[in-house]
Protein backbone atom coordinates (compact mmCIF):
# COMPACT_ATOMS: atom_id res chain seq x y z
CA UNK A 1 0.00 0.00 0.00
CA UNK A 2 1.08 3.93 -0.65
CA UNK A 3 0.55 6.81 0.89
CA UNK A 4 -2.25 9.42 0.69
CA UNK A 5 -1.08 12.69 0.13
CA UNK A 6 -3.71 13.31 2.97
CA UNK A 7 -1.74 11.90 5.18
CA UNK A 8 0.83 14.02 4.64
CA UNK A 9 -0.28 17.79 4.22
CA UNK A 10 -3.44 19.78 4.00
CA UNK A 11 -3.98 21.64 1.07
CA UNK A 12 -5.80 25.17 -0.40
CA UNK A 13 -7.07 25.49 -4.01
CA UNK A 14 -7.51 28.99 -5.44
CA UNK A 15 -8.71 30.64 -8.95
CA UNK A 16 -7.30 32.84 -11.62
CA UNK A 17 -9.02 33.03 -14.41
CA UNK A 18 -9.08 29.77 -16.19
CA UNK A 19 -5.73 28.57 -13.74
CA UNK A 20 -6.10 26.89 -10.23
CA UNK A 21 -3.63 27.24 -8.08
CA UNK A 22 -3.03 24.43 -5.12
CA UNK A 23 -0.42 25.04 -2.26
CA UNK A 24 0.06 21.50 -0.57
CA UNK A 25 1.48 22.09 2.95
CA UNK A 26 3.58 19.31 4.55
CA UNK A 27 2.61 18.48 8.39
CA UNK A 28 6.28 17.93 9.15
CA UNK A 29 9.93 17.88 8.31
CA UNK A 30 9.39 13.73 7.09
CA UNK A 31 6.24 14.59 5.31
CA UNK A 32 8.33 17.36 3.61
CA UNK A 33 10.94 15.22 2.31
CA UNK A 34 8.27 12.92 0.86
CA UNK A 35 6.17 14.84 -0.77
CA UNK A 36 8.78 16.79 -2.29
CA UNK A 37 10.80 13.67 -3.49
CA UNK A 38 7.27 12.11 -4.97
CA UNK A 39 4.36 14.67 -5.60
CA UNK A 40 6.31 15.71 -9.05
CA UNK A 41 4.67 18.11 -11.59
CA UNK A 42 4.07 15.15 -13.82
CA UNK A 43 2.16 13.57 -11.09
CA UNK A 44 -0.28 16.25 -10.47
CA UNK A 45 -0.60 16.54 -14.20
CA UNK A 46 -2.14 13.18 -14.46
CA UNK A 47 -4.48 13.54 -11.42
CA UNK A 48 -6.04 16.63 -13.16
CA UNK A 49 -6.04 15.29 -16.24
CA UNK A 50 -9.85 14.75 -17.37
CA UNK A 51 -10.74 17.88 -16.24
CA UNK A 52 -8.76 19.55 -19.36
CA UNK A 53 -5.27 20.22 -17.13
CA UNK A 54 -2.55 22.04 -19.33
CA UNK A 55 1.45 21.80 -18.19
CA UNK A 56 1.43 22.44 -14.58
CA UNK A 57 4.07 24.30 -13.02
CA UNK A 58 5.43 23.43 -9.37
CA UNK A 59 6.98 25.84 -6.76
CA UNK A 60 8.73 25.23 -3.72
CA UNK A 61 8.66 26.99 -0.97
CA UNK A 62 10.82 25.79 1.40
CA UNK A 63 10.55 27.83 4.61
CA UNK A 64 6.85 26.89 4.59
CA UNK A 65 7.84 23.33 4.10
CA UNK A 66 4.95 23.79 1.03
CA UNK A 67 4.51 22.95 -2.35
CA UNK A 68 2.57 25.22 -5.30
CA UNK A 69 1.14 23.82 -8.01
CA UNK A 70 -0.11 25.87 -10.80
CA UNK A 71 -2.70 23.98 -13.25
CA UNK A 72 -3.79 25.96 -15.94
CA UNK A 73 -7.19 25.00 -18.05
CA UNK A 74 -8.73 23.17 -15.57
CA UNK A 75 -11.67 25.34 -14.55
CA UNK A 76 -14.00 25.05 -17.85
CA UNK A 77 -12.90 28.78 -18.56
CA UNK A 78 -12.64 30.81 -15.61
CA UNK A 79 -15.34 31.31 -12.74
CA UNK A 80 -17.20 33.37 -15.21
CA UNK A 81 -17.37 31.23 -17.83
CA UNK A 82 -17.80 28.14 -16.78
CA UNK A 83 -20.58 25.67 -16.84
CA UNK A 84 -19.35 23.88 -13.92
CA UNK A 85 -21.28 23.41 -10.63
CA UNK A 86 -17.75 24.69 -8.67
CA UNK A 87 -16.66 27.48 -11.10
CA UNK A 88 -14.10 28.65 -8.75
CA UNK A 89 -12.29 25.06 -8.06
CA UNK A 90 -12.74 25.27 -4.37
CA UNK A 91 -12.80 21.50 -4.39
CA UNK A 92 -10.12 21.22 -6.22
CA UNK A 93 -7.61 20.66 -3.85
CA UNK A 94 -9.13 17.23 -2.03
CA UNK A 95 -8.85 16.09 -5.47
CA UNK A 96 -4.91 16.28 -5.09
CA UNK A 97 -5.05 15.22 -1.16
CA UNK A 98 -6.59 11.85 -3.00
CA UNK A 99 -3.32 11.31 -4.67
CA UNK A 100 -1.69 8.02 -3.68
CA UNK A 101 2.39 8.30 -3.45
CA UNK A 102 4.32 5.00 -4.26
CA UNK A 103 6.35 4.83 -0.72
CA UNK A 104 5.22 2.90 2.49
CA UNK A 105 2.72 4.46 4.75
CA UNK A 106 4.66 6.22 8.01
CA UNK A 107 2.54 4.67 10.17
CA UNK A 108 2.56 0.92 8.90
CA UNK B 1 13.08 58.85 10.91
CA UNK B 2 9.81 57.63 11.86
CA UNK B 3 8.96 56.25 15.35
CA UNK B 4 10.00 52.31 14.57
CA UNK B 5 7.52 51.07 17.34
CA UNK B 6 4.40 53.28 15.99
CA UNK B 7 1.74 50.98 16.30
CA UNK B 8 -0.62 50.62 13.33
CA UNK B 9 -3.70 48.78 14.10
CA UNK B 10 -6.20 47.50 11.20
CA UNK B 11 -9.21 45.29 11.13
CA UNK B 12 -11.09 43.46 8.51
CA UNK B 13 -14.58 44.09 7.84
CA UNK B 14 -15.73 42.22 4.61
CA UNK B 15 -13.67 39.82 2.85
CA UNK B 16 -16.63 39.61 -0.15
CA UNK B 17 -19.23 41.48 -1.39
CA UNK B 18 -21.88 39.85 1.19
CA UNK B 19 -19.46 38.59 4.09
CA UNK B 20 -20.72 38.92 7.85
CA UNK B 21 -21.33 41.85 9.55
CA UNK B 22 -21.34 40.37 13.43
CA UNK B 23 -17.31 39.57 13.47
CA UNK B 24 -16.39 43.17 11.90
CA UNK B 25 -18.69 44.83 14.71
CA UNK B 26 -17.13 42.43 17.57
CA UNK B 27 -13.63 43.60 16.23
CA UNK B 28 -14.91 47.30 16.02
CA UNK B 29 -16.31 46.48 19.83
CA UNK B 30 -13.36 45.11 21.39
CA UNK B 31 -10.14 45.16 19.83
CA UNK B 32 -8.96 48.69 19.86
CA UNK B 33 -8.72 49.47 15.78
CA UNK B 34 -7.35 52.41 14.24
CA UNK B 35 -8.79 51.41 10.75
CA UNK B 36 -11.52 48.92 9.17
CA UNK B 37 -11.27 48.04 5.80
CA UNK B 38 -14.03 45.73 4.16
CA UNK B 39 -12.68 44.09 0.67
CA UNK B 40 -15.69 43.20 -1.04
CA UNK B 41 -14.79 43.18 -5.26
CA UNK B 42 -14.86 40.09 -7.31
CA UNK B 43 -13.68 39.96 -10.54
CA UNK B 44 -16.72 40.66 -12.16
CA UNK B 45 -18.56 42.48 -9.68
CA UNK B 46 -17.95 45.95 -11.55
CA UNK B 47 -19.02 44.44 -14.78
CA UNK B 48 -22.34 43.92 -13.25
CA UNK B 49 -22.54 47.48 -11.12
CA UNK B 50 -21.40 49.24 -14.26
CA UNK B 51 -25.03 47.96 -15.78
CA UNK B 52 -26.85 48.53 -12.88
CA UNK B 53 -25.55 52.38 -12.98
CA UNK B 54 -26.54 52.75 -16.49
CA UNK B 55 -30.20 51.69 -15.34
CA UNK B 56 -29.90 53.68 -12.61
CA UNK B 57 -27.30 56.54 -11.86
CA UNK B 58 -27.71 56.30 -8.20
CA UNK B 59 -26.75 52.34 -8.45
CA UNK B 60 -23.81 50.68 -8.86
CA UNK B 61 -21.91 50.34 -6.14
CA UNK B 62 -22.14 48.18 -3.21
CA UNK B 63 -25.81 46.78 -2.08
CA UNK B 64 -24.61 46.46 1.52
CA UNK B 65 -23.07 49.72 1.98
CA UNK B 66 -26.24 50.99 3.76
CA UNK B 67 -25.95 48.24 6.16
CA UNK B 68 -22.52 48.30 6.88
CA UNK B 69 -22.71 52.14 7.21
CA UNK B 70 -25.71 51.74 9.28
CA UNK B 71 -23.59 49.05 11.54
CA UNK B 72 -20.37 50.41 11.64
CA UNK B 73 -20.23 54.41 11.57
CA UNK B 74 -22.22 54.94 15.46
CA UNK B 75 -18.66 52.67 16.10
CA UNK B 76 -16.31 54.51 13.90
CA UNK B 77 -17.30 57.22 15.36
CA UNK B 78 -17.08 56.58 18.97
CA UNK B 79 -14.12 54.77 18.47
CA UNK B 80 -11.87 57.04 16.19
CA UNK B 81 -11.75 54.18 13.73
CA UNK B 82 -11.46 55.33 9.78
CA UNK B 83 -13.24 53.11 6.90
CA UNK B 84 -11.75 51.84 3.90
CA UNK B 85 -13.35 49.97 1.46
CA UNK B 86 -13.81 49.04 -2.05
CA UNK B 87 -17.80 49.37 -1.83
CA UNK B 88 -17.59 52.05 -4.37
CA UNK B 89 -17.79 49.46 -7.77
CA UNK B 90 -18.60 51.18 -10.31
CA UNK B 91 -19.65 54.62 -8.81
CA UNK B 92 -17.42 55.86 -5.82
CA UNK B 93 -18.55 58.88 -5.53
CA UNK B 94 -22.27 58.00 -5.41
CA UNK B 95 -21.03 55.40 -2.79
CA UNK B 96 -18.96 58.23 -0.94
CA UNK B 97 -22.30 61.00 -0.99
CA UNK B 98 -24.28 57.62 0.39
CA UNK B 99 -21.94 57.39 3.05
CA UNK B 100 -22.19 61.05 4.01
CA UNK B 101 -26.22 61.03 4.04
CA UNK B 102 -26.35 57.82 6.01
CA UNK B 103 -23.50 59.29 9.02
CA UNK B 104 -25.54 62.59 9.04
CA UNK B 105 -29.04 60.90 9.61
CA UNK B 106 -27.37 59.01 12.30
CA UNK B 107 -25.92 62.56 13.90
CA UNK B 108 -22.44 62.42 13.07
CA UNK B 109 -22.52 65.90 11.41
CA UNK B 110 -18.89 66.94 10.69
CA UNK B 111 -18.00 63.38 8.58
CA UNK B 112 -15.74 63.18 5.31
CA UNK B 113 -16.25 61.23 2.87
CA UNK B 114 -13.72 60.59 0.22
CA UNK B 115 -14.08 59.00 -3.14
CA UNK B 116 -11.17 57.04 -5.26
CA UNK B 117 -11.72 57.75 -9.28
CA UNK B 118 -10.37 57.28 -12.00
CA UNK B 119 -9.65 53.37 -11.88
CA UNK B 120 -12.19 53.04 -15.21
CA UNK B 121 -10.86 52.78 -18.34
CA UNK B 122 -13.20 51.41 -20.22
CA UNK B 123 -13.01 54.70 -22.57
CA UNK B 124 -8.89 55.02 -23.10
CA UNK B 125 -9.02 51.00 -23.94
CA UNK B 126 -12.10 51.42 -26.88
CA UNK B 127 -8.92 52.93 -28.65
CA UNK B 128 -6.36 50.41 -28.08
CA UNK B 129 -8.21 47.41 -29.63
CA UNK B 130 -4.71 46.01 -30.45
CA UNK B 131 -4.15 45.18 -26.88
CA UNK B 132 -4.17 41.19 -26.10
CA UNK B 133 -6.51 39.44 -23.89
CA UNK B 134 -4.14 37.61 -21.20
CA UNK B 135 -7.01 34.68 -20.18
CA UNK B 136 -8.25 34.02 -23.87
CA UNK B 137 -5.23 35.50 -25.60
CA UNK B 138 -7.00 36.93 -28.08
CA UNK B 139 -6.92 41.15 -29.48
CA UNK B 140 -9.06 42.94 -27.26
CA UNK B 141 -11.03 43.98 -30.27
CA UNK B 142 -12.97 40.86 -30.45
CA UNK B 143 -14.71 41.67 -26.90
CA UNK B 144 -14.97 45.51 -27.55
CA UNK B 145 -18.36 45.37 -29.33
CA UNK B 146 -19.64 43.75 -25.92
CA UNK B 147 -17.38 45.23 -23.28
CA UNK B 148 -19.10 45.87 -20.48
CA UNK B 149 -16.67 47.72 -17.96
CA UNK B 150 -12.76 48.16 -17.93
CA UNK B 151 -10.98 48.88 -14.69
CA UNK B 152 -7.57 49.24 -13.65
CA UNK B 153 -5.86 47.57 -10.42
CA UNK B 154 -5.29 50.81 -8.85
CA UNK B 155 -2.23 50.97 -6.24
CA UNK B 156 -2.11 51.98 -2.47
CA UNK B 157 -0.96 55.38 -3.49
CA UNK B 158 -4.71 56.31 -3.98
CA UNK B 159 -6.00 55.09 -0.58
CA UNK B 160 -2.89 57.07 0.95
CA UNK B 161 -4.15 60.07 -0.70
CA UNK B 162 -7.29 59.86 0.41
CA UNK B 163 -6.72 59.11 3.51
CA UNK B 164 -4.54 62.66 3.85
CA UNK B 165 -7.93 64.33 3.20
CA UNK B 166 -8.91 64.00 6.77
CA UNK B 167 -11.63 61.53 5.36
CA UNK B 168 -13.01 59.50 7.90
CA UNK B 169 -14.12 56.82 4.99
CA UNK B 170 -12.48 56.06 1.71
CA UNK B 171 -14.28 54.25 -0.86
CA UNK B 172 -13.23 53.14 -3.93
CA UNK B 173 -13.79 51.37 -6.93
CA UNK B 174 -11.38 48.62 -8.28
CA UNK B 175 -8.33 49.23 -5.79
CA UNK B 176 -6.10 45.88 -5.88
CA UNK B 177 -6.77 43.98 -2.35
CA UNK B 178 -3.53 44.05 -0.57
CA UNK B 179 -3.15 47.41 -1.92
CA UNK B 180 -6.30 48.78 0.94
CA UNK B 181 -4.12 47.55 3.67
CA UNK B 182 -0.58 48.86 2.51
CA UNK B 183 -2.52 52.24 1.51
CA UNK B 184 -3.81 52.38 5.25
CA UNK B 185 -0.17 51.64 6.40
CA UNK B 186 1.54 54.09 4.20
CA UNK B 187 -0.55 57.03 5.38
CA UNK B 188 -0.38 56.13 9.22
CA UNK B 189 3.03 55.16 9.05
CA UNK B 190 4.41 57.81 6.11
CA UNK B 191 6.11 54.76 4.15
CA UNK B 192 7.50 55.41 0.31
CA UNK B 193 7.72 52.92 -2.48
CA UNK B 194 11.79 53.22 -2.19
CA UNK B 195 11.39 51.40 1.08
CA UNK B 196 10.60 47.96 0.10
CA UNK B 197 11.35 45.86 3.18
CA UNK B 198 8.38 48.02 4.46
CA UNK B 199 6.16 47.66 1.03
CA UNK B 200 7.23 43.79 1.58
CA UNK B 201 4.87 43.64 5.07
CA UNK B 202 2.14 46.13 4.11
CA UNK B 203 1.86 44.25 1.49
CA UNK B 204 1.79 40.50 3.01
CA UNK B 205 -0.49 41.47 5.82
CA UNK B 206 -3.40 43.07 3.20
CA UNK B 207 -2.64 39.78 1.18
CA UNK B 208 -3.36 37.58 4.56
CA UNK B 209 -6.28 39.59 5.57
CA UNK B 210 -8.25 40.31 2.24
CA UNK B 211 -10.36 37.31 2.78
CA UNK B 212 -11.49 37.88 5.76
CA UNK B 213 -11.54 34.75 8.02
CA UNK B 214 -10.15 32.77 5.55
CA UNK B 215 -6.99 32.98 8.00
CA UNK B 216 -8.97 32.63 11.35
CA UNK B 217 -10.53 29.40 10.41
CA UNK B 218 -12.24 29.58 7.34
CA UNK B 219 -12.16 27.35 4.23
CA UNK B 220 -9.83 24.75 6.54
CA UNK B 221 -11.91 22.77 8.80
CA UNK B 222 -12.21 18.96 8.37
CA UNK B 223 -13.22 16.99 10.79
CA UNK B 224 -10.99 14.41 13.49
CA UNK B 225 -8.18 16.03 10.69
CA UNK B 226 -8.12 19.51 11.16
CA UNK B 227 -9.89 20.76 13.62
CA UNK B 228 -11.74 24.50 14.07
CA UNK B 229 -12.59 25.27 17.77
CA UNK B 230 -16.31 26.87 17.49
CA UNK B 231 -16.67 27.55 13.61
CA UNK B 232 -20.38 28.77 13.76
CA UNK B 233 -18.56 31.66 15.71
CA UNK B 234 -15.26 32.28 12.94
CA UNK B 235 -13.66 35.27 14.20
CA UNK B 236 -12.19 38.28 11.56
CA UNK B 237 -8.62 39.20 11.88
CA UNK B 238 -6.53 42.46 12.63
CA UNK B 239 -3.35 43.11 11.96
CA UNK B 240 -0.57 45.20 14.44
CA UNK B 241 2.02 46.19 12.33
CA UNK B 242 4.72 48.35 13.33
CA UNK B 243 6.85 50.96 11.68
CA UNK B 244 9.64 49.10 11.66
CA UNK B 245 8.13 46.55 9.65
CA UNK B 246 7.22 43.96 12.15
CA UNK B 247 3.90 41.95 11.51
CA UNK B 248 1.29 40.28 13.51
CA UNK B 249 -1.85 38.78 12.38
CA UNK B 250 -4.48 38.31 15.37
CA UNK B 251 -8.00 37.35 16.29
CA UNK B 252 -9.73 38.83 19.40
CA UNK B 253 -8.09 37.16 22.59
CA UNK B 254 -10.62 33.62 23.31
CA UNK B 255 -12.68 34.06 20.04
CA UNK B 256 -13.34 31.12 18.26
CA UNK B 257 -11.95 29.98 14.96
CA UNK B 258 -8.46 29.14 14.61
CA UNK B 259 -5.02 31.46 14.00
CA UNK B 260 -1.95 29.65 13.53
CA UNK B 261 1.05 28.54 11.29
CA UNK B 262 -1.25 26.32 8.76
CA UNK B 263 -4.05 28.52 8.53
CA UNK B 264 -1.71 31.51 7.69
CA UNK B 265 0.41 29.08 5.40
CA UNK B 266 -2.63 28.30 3.40
CA UNK B 267 -3.89 32.09 2.58
CA UNK B 268 -0.12 33.22 2.03
CA UNK B 269 -0.39 30.90 -0.76
CA UNK B 270 -3.93 31.04 -1.86
CA UNK B 271 -4.43 32.44 -5.26
CA UNK B 272 -0.54 32.98 -5.78
CA UNK B 273 1.09 31.42 -8.68
CA UNK B 274 5.02 31.60 -8.55
CA UNK B 275 5.42 32.82 -4.66
CA UNK B 276 8.99 34.66 -6.17
CA UNK B 277 6.88 36.84 -8.01
CA UNK B 278 3.07 38.10 -6.88
CA UNK B 279 2.70 41.20 -8.67
CA UNK B 280 0.70 43.93 -7.37
CA UNK B 281 0.43 47.93 -7.77
CA UNK B 282 2.64 48.25 -5.46
CA UNK B 283 5.88 45.96 -5.62
CA UNK B 284 6.41 42.52 -6.80
CA UNK B 285 6.37 40.43 -4.06
CA UNK B 286 8.38 37.48 -3.35
CA UNK B 287 7.30 34.80 -0.20
CA UNK B 288 10.70 32.78 -0.58
CA UNK B 289 11.79 33.25 3.07
CA UNK B 290 8.38 33.62 4.88
CA UNK B 291 7.62 32.24 8.19
CA UNK B 292 4.86 32.28 10.80
CA UNK B 293 5.51 31.96 14.47
CA UNK B 294 2.92 31.41 16.98
CA UNK B 295 2.87 33.68 20.03
CA UNK B 296 -0.07 33.25 21.36
CA UNK B 297 -3.34 31.42 20.24
CA UNK B 298 -4.85 34.17 18.54
CA UNK B 299 -1.61 35.96 17.28
CA UNK B 300 1.00 34.99 14.73
CA UNK B 301 4.26 37.15 14.04
CA UNK B 302 5.07 36.97 10.00
CA UNK B 303 8.58 37.29 8.91
CA UNK B 304 10.75 36.61 5.81
CA UNK B 305 8.69 38.31 2.97
CA UNK B 306 10.51 40.73 0.70
CA UNK B 307 9.72 42.87 -2.12
CA UNK B 308 10.65 44.12 -5.86
CA UNK B 309 10.05 47.26 -6.94
CA UNK B 310 6.94 48.37 -8.87
CA UNK B 311 5.93 47.74 -12.24
CA UNK B 312 5.21 50.01 -14.87
CA UNK B 313 1.82 48.67 -15.88
CA UNK B 314 -1.44 48.51 -14.72
CA UNK B 315 -3.67 45.24 -14.86
CA UNK B 316 -6.69 45.96 -16.16
CA UNK B 317 -10.03 43.68 -15.74
CA UNK B 318 -12.23 43.72 -18.28
CA UNK B 319 -15.97 42.41 -18.32
CA UNK B 320 -18.03 41.91 -21.40
CA UNK B 321 -21.51 39.97 -21.98
CA UNK B 322 -20.73 36.36 -23.36
CA UNK B 323 -24.20 35.04 -23.40
CA UNK B 324 -26.75 33.05 -20.50
CA UNK B 325 -26.22 30.19 -19.30
CA UNK B 326 -29.07 27.94 -18.13
CA UNK B 327 -29.31 25.28 -15.81
CA UNK B 328 -31.62 22.50 -14.53
CA UNK B 329 -31.77 19.59 -11.39
CA UNK B 330 -33.26 16.69 -10.75
CA UNK B 331 -32.81 13.70 -8.32
CA UNK B 332 -33.07 9.49 -8.46
CA UNK B 333 -32.45 6.84 -5.89
CA UNK B 334 -32.39 3.22 -5.42
CA UNK B 335 -31.42 0.56 -8.08
CA UNK B 336 -30.04 1.69 -11.53
CA UNK B 337 -30.69 5.59 -10.43
CA UNK B 338 -27.35 6.51 -12.37
CA UNK B 339 -28.54 4.58 -15.65
CA UNK B 340 -31.93 6.76 -15.05
CA UNK B 341 -30.28 9.95 -14.63
CA UNK B 342 -27.83 9.34 -17.99
CA UNK B 343 -31.50 8.74 -19.39
CA UNK B 344 -33.01 11.88 -18.77
CA UNK B 345 -29.73 13.59 -19.26
CA UNK B 346 -30.34 13.06 -22.81
CA UNK B 347 -33.99 13.32 -23.22
CA UNK B 348 -33.55 16.45 -21.79
CA UNK B 349 -30.72 17.68 -24.41
CA UNK B 350 -32.87 16.00 -27.37
CA UNK B 351 -36.22 17.77 -26.59
CA UNK B 352 -34.07 20.94 -26.21
CA UNK B 353 -33.01 20.81 -29.70
CA UNK B 354 -36.82 19.43 -31.09
CA UNK B 355 -37.97 22.92 -29.27
CA UNK B 356 -35.86 25.00 -31.32
CA UNK B 357 -33.56 25.73 -28.15
CA UNK B 358 -29.45 27.18 -29.43
CA UNK B 359 -26.76 25.75 -27.01
CA UNK B 360 -22.87 25.91 -28.12
CA UNK B 361 -21.89 23.94 -24.99
CA UNK B 362 -23.88 21.79 -22.57
CA UNK B 363 -22.25 20.25 -19.20
CA UNK B 364 -23.95 17.43 -17.52
CA UNK B 365 -23.48 16.71 -13.99
CA UNK B 366 -23.74 13.86 -11.63
CA UNK B 367 -23.74 15.11 -7.81
CA UNK B 368 -22.40 12.78 -5.97
CA UNK B 369 -20.49 10.76 -8.61
CA UNK B 370 -18.59 13.24 -10.78
CA UNK B 371 -20.16 17.27 -10.50
CA UNK B 372 -16.81 18.36 -8.61
CA UNK B 373 -14.18 16.38 -9.51
CA UNK B 374 -15.29 15.28 -12.67
CA UNK B 375 -14.80 11.91 -14.12
CA UNK B 376 -12.20 10.73 -11.54
CA UNK B 377 -11.54 6.77 -11.55
CA UNK B 378 -12.65 6.44 -7.84
CA UNK B 379 -15.72 8.17 -8.71
CA UNK B 380 -16.91 5.86 -11.65
CA UNK B 381 -15.59 2.67 -9.83
CA UNK B 382 -19.12 2.01 -7.91
CA UNK B 383 -22.55 3.39 -7.92
CA UNK B 384 -23.96 5.61 -5.62
CA UNK B 385 -27.21 4.77 -3.78
CA UNK B 386 -28.66 8.17 -4.88
CA UNK B 387 -27.43 10.63 -7.62
CA UNK B 388 -28.63 14.80 -8.83
CA UNK B 389 -28.62 14.94 -12.35
CA UNK B 390 -27.40 18.71 -12.94
CA UNK B 391 -27.54 19.83 -16.83
CA UNK B 392 -26.08 23.51 -17.79
CA UNK B 393 -25.73 24.91 -21.51
CA UNK B 394 -24.27 28.24 -22.71
CA UNK B 395 -27.22 29.90 -24.81
CA UNK B 396 -26.92 33.46 -27.19
CA UNK B 397 -30.36 34.70 -25.63
CA UNK B 398 -32.03 34.29 -22.63
CA UNK B 399 -35.01 32.28 -23.81
CA UNK B 400 -33.07 29.17 -24.78
CA UNK B 401 -31.38 29.28 -21.33
CA UNK B 402 -34.85 28.84 -19.50
CA UNK B 403 -36.08 26.65 -21.88
CA UNK B 404 -33.29 23.83 -20.84
CA UNK B 405 -34.46 24.38 -17.36
CA UNK B 406 -37.84 23.88 -18.13
CA UNK B 407 -37.35 20.14 -19.77
CA UNK B 408 -35.46 19.35 -16.62
CA UNK B 409 -38.46 20.89 -14.84
CA UNK B 410 -41.09 18.46 -16.67
CA UNK B 411 -38.82 15.09 -15.94
CA UNK B 412 -41.23 14.24 -12.89
CA UNK B 413 -44.18 13.51 -15.39
CA UNK B 414 -42.32 13.16 -18.71
CA UNK B 415 -38.77 11.34 -18.07
CA UNK B 416 -37.59 8.21 -16.11
CA UNK B 417 -39.82 7.18 -13.31
CA UNK B 418 -38.76 8.61 -9.78
CA UNK B 419 -37.49 11.90 -10.76
CA UNK B 420 -36.64 13.75 -7.89
CA UNK B 421 -37.26 17.67 -6.99
CA UNK B 422 -36.86 18.93 -10.19
CA UNK B 423 -36.08 22.49 -10.69
CA UNK B 424 -35.39 24.74 -12.83
CA UNK B 425 -32.61 27.04 -11.72
CA UNK B 426 -33.46 29.65 -14.30
CA UNK B 427 -31.62 31.45 -17.09
CA UNK B 428 -28.43 33.76 -15.70
CA UNK B 429 -26.85 36.70 -17.91
CA UNK B 430 -23.17 35.69 -18.51
CA UNK B 431 -20.57 38.65 -17.94
CA UNK B 432 -17.20 36.99 -18.30
CA UNK B 433 -13.90 38.72 -17.49
CA UNK B 434 -10.53 38.77 -18.96
CA UNK B 435 -7.44 40.93 -18.59
CA UNK B 436 -4.71 43.07 -20.31
CA UNK B 437 -2.00 45.25 -18.61
CA UNK B 438 -1.90 49.12 -19.87
CA UNK B 439 0.96 51.31 -18.85
CA UNK B 440 0.81 53.33 -15.59
CA UNK B 441 0.99 56.81 -17.48
CA UNK B 442 -2.76 56.47 -19.21
CA UNK B 443 -4.15 56.56 -15.55
CA UNK B 444 -4.68 59.05 -13.68
CA UNK B 445 -6.63 58.55 -10.15
CA UNK B 446 -8.04 61.52 -8.04
CA UNK B 447 -9.51 62.02 -4.70
CA UNK B 448 -13.54 63.70 -4.48
CA UNK B 449 -14.42 64.39 -0.95
CA UNK B 450 -17.97 65.48 0.06
CA UNK B 451 -18.23 66.39 3.74
CA UNK B 452 -17.27 68.66 6.52
Known amino acids: ?108 | MKDPRARLRVGVGAGMADDRLGPAVALLEACELDYLVCECLAERTIARETLARQHDDKLGFNPMLAERMRSFLPLCRAKGVRLVSNMGAANPTGAAQAALEIGRSLGWRDLKCAAIVGDDVADRLRTHPELQLRERKLPLEEILPRLASANAYLGADTVRDALATGAHVVLSGRVADPSLFLGVAMHHHGWDYDDLPRMAAGTIMGHLLECSAQVTGGYFADPGKKDVPRLAELPYPYADLYGDGELHIAKPDGSGGRLDRMTCTEQALYEIHDPRAYITPDCVLSLEGLSFEELTPDRVAVRGANARARTDTYKVVVGYADGWIGAGEVAYAGPNAVARAQLAARTVQERFRLDGGAASEFQVDLIGMSSLHGEHPQALSSAPYEVRLRIAARCPDRKSAHLLGDHVRQLNMQGPYGAGGPVNLGAKEVIAVDSVLIPKSWVTPQVITVGA
Open chain 1, 1 to 108: MGTLVYDLAHARSGDKGNTSNVAVIAYDESAWRVLRRELTAERVRQAYAHLGAGPVERYEIESLRALNFVIPDVLAGGVTRSLRLDPHGKALSSLILGIELPVPHPQS
